[in-house]
C-alpha cells in the first residue's frame, strides 16, 4: 500500500443545513417545555422568603407527577 492512498478509515458526508435547524428548534422547543414546568415551582419556592417552613401537604405525589411531565419532555 502506497502512503498517499491512506484515507484514514473515513469517509465524507453531505452535510444538510436544513436537518441541522430542525434538530435546533426542537431542542429549543423542548427546552422552553422544561422551563414552563420547572419556573412555576421555583417562583413559589421564592414568594415568602421571610418564612422559614413550607406548608407543602402530599407533596410526593406532586412532585412526581412533574418529575415525569420533565421526562416525559427530554426523553422524547
Not at 473515513?10 to 422551563?35: G, R
Amino acid at each position: 500500500m502506497n502512503e498517499d492512498d491512506f484515507d484514514f478509515g473515513f469517509t465524507a458526508v453531505d452535510f444538510d443545513p436544513t436537518a441541522v435547524q430542525a434538530e435546533v428548534d426542537q431542542t429549543k422547543s423542548k427546552l422552553q417545555q422544561v422551563e414552563s414546568l420547572i419556573l412555576p415551582l421555583l417562583n413559589n419556592l421564592m414568594k415568602n422568603p421571610e418564612k422559614e417552613y413550607i406548608h407543602w401537604p402530599n407533596r410526593q405525589a406532586v412532585i412526581k407527577k412533574q418529575i415525569d411531565r420533565v421526562l416525559a419532555v427530554t426523553r422524547s
